[in-house]
């Protein structure tokens, strides 16, 4: 396992990376989980926003987007004048083109995660090994069917 500079706490192996909120940043701000964790197939930070604070309207010009509320309560504000208020949990995709801003209407940090992309969806890819015959079973079960 490697360790970048820029992430030390970043545990990385043979295909994969893993880390916390926390190991990507510290304060108020993004937190660059696309280049933390070497994500290359699309877009993605996660952001703190202090209570009683907004980012400023924006829109893309190519890439779709899906924000998560992790934490906290945050308010989006669209170009056409509509507001939604998303608690955690919740979730919003907004087109390229749509204007959008984000305010934190809570009490405490809200922390949600911006995922964006284009070109769209590959389809269903998943796959189980050679032997397997399903992808969900107990904790410490074989997997095999009886």
Do not use: W
Not at 11 to 21: P, S
Not at 50 to 66: R, S
Not at 71 to 98: C, K, N, P, W, Y
């Amino acid at each position: 396992m490697e360790a970048s500079s820029d992430f030390p706490k970043v545990t990385r192996g043979e295909g994969y990376a893993v880390a916390h909120l926390d190991d990507l940043g510290e304060g108020a701000g993004f937190r660059k989980v696309r280049k933390g964790l070497g994500v290359t197939a699309f877009g993605v930070n996660a952001i703190v926003l202090p209570a009683g604070i907004e980012t400023g309207f924006h829109y893309h010009d190519l890439q779709e987007e899906l924000y998560f509320v992790h934490r906290g309560v945050i308010e989006m504000e669209f170009g056409d004048g509509s507001v939604q208020r998303l608690s955690e949990g919740a979730m919003a995709r907004v087109d390229a083109a749509t204007v959008r801003k984000i305010r934190n209407t809570g009490d405490v940090d809200a922390v949600y995660l911006c995922a964006g992309g284009k070109d769209g969806y590959i389809g269903r890819d998943g796959r189980v090994r050679p032997g397997e015959e399903q992808r969900v079973s107990p904790i410490g079960g074989s997997g095999e069917r009886h």
